[in-house]
């Protein structure tokens, strides 16, 4: 913050989000994330009632990866998304499977849909490309504490260290989680998700069309990489079960994806709102004077 009434700034070019966020691993690890947040009762309740992830899961994965990808790389539009995000929010609101009611913007519930990123990072970075050093891992809080102010949450309602974090993450594993019906329905490998509708009309006809035989593979690799990746203390505690010879499975995979991944040119690395701050940061460098 740069003022008392200046918006949040998203984490720094050349941060460890900076790296991370817009590389095209995140995608392996967007659904263990998703499915740690809708296995908290509340909000697995407000998406059960008022998410189009059923009718319209392609638009919805596309919108939400855009919003995540402008709160790292947008720069000045990233507060004013957070901003909308919060807009949208203010009327989910309803009872979860418990009978207790909910709104979307309750800090609790708000602040541990954003909490879910940082533990799913720290895990599947060891399997899809190194493990964090300490300083990394501090580094990625920090910058993960600036994400949740562009998300309009107040540090009252977020671990300000790592060493408040963890008893904080566990408290809620202990407390609230559960196989909700929204995380039943993730991990299914029979779901009813209609093709791709999103891409070339070449490709989109294609894959309309041997959906069909695509569907249940599809379906059992997302419940593998959504369960493999899901820190272990966070499976057990919404009860998802994962066997040794998954977890070599997952190892055989991941040593694929850290060998190609880093070799791939930027292009088909990075995401494109990330390739495009990427290159625009490199340009802001070069044009400073004295270099």
Do not use: C, N
């Not at 949040?8 to 740690?36: C, N, S, Y």
Request: charged content about 25%.
């Amino acid at each position: 913050m740069t003022g008392p009434a200046a918006d949040p700034v998203p984490p720094p070019p050349g941060g460890v989000l900076w790296t991370l966020a817009g590389d095209i691993r995140g995608l392996l690890m967007l659904p263990a994330a998703l499915t740690l947040q809708v296995a908290h009762p509340a909000v697995g309740a407000g998406v059960d009632e008022h998410s189009v992830f059923r009718t319209d899961p392609w638009g919805r994965g596309e919108r939400s990866l855009r919003s995540l990808q402008l709160w790292v790389y947008g720069g000045e539009a990233a507060a004013e998304e957070g901003r909308r995000l919060r807009a949208l929010h203010k009327t989910i609101q309803g009872t979860d499977a418990h009978g207790r009611r909910y709104h979307a913007l309750e800090p609790a519930y708000y602040s541990w849909v954003h909490a879910t990123g940082f533990p799913v990072y720290q895990h599947a970075l060891r399997y899809l490309a190194r493990p964090l050093t300490e300083a990394q891992e501090r580094k990625l809080y920090a910058e993960w504490l600036q994400v949740g102010r562009i998300l309009g949450i107040h540090d009252r309602d977020m671990p300000q260290t790592i060493e408040e974090f963890w008893p904080y993450y566990r408290k809620v594993l202990a407390d609230e989680l559960e196989a909700t019906v929204v995380v039943r329905e993730l991990i299914a490998t029979d779901p009813a998700i209609p093709p791709p509708d999103r891409g070339p009309l070449v490709l989109t006809v294609l894959l309309r069309a041997a959906w069909p035989v695509l569907l249940p593979a599809f379906a059992r690799f997302r419940r593998f990489m959504t369960i493999g990746l899901m820190p272990p203390d966070a499976r057990e505690a919404i009860g998802l079960e994962w066997t040794d010879e998954q977890e070599r499975r997952l190892r055989a995979f991941a040593r694929v994806v850290r060998a190609v991944v880093p070799v791939l040119p930027e292009r088909l690395r990075y995401l494109p709102l990330a390739r495009e701050a990427r290159r625009a940061a490199r340009i802001s460098r070069s044009d400073r004077p004295g270099r």
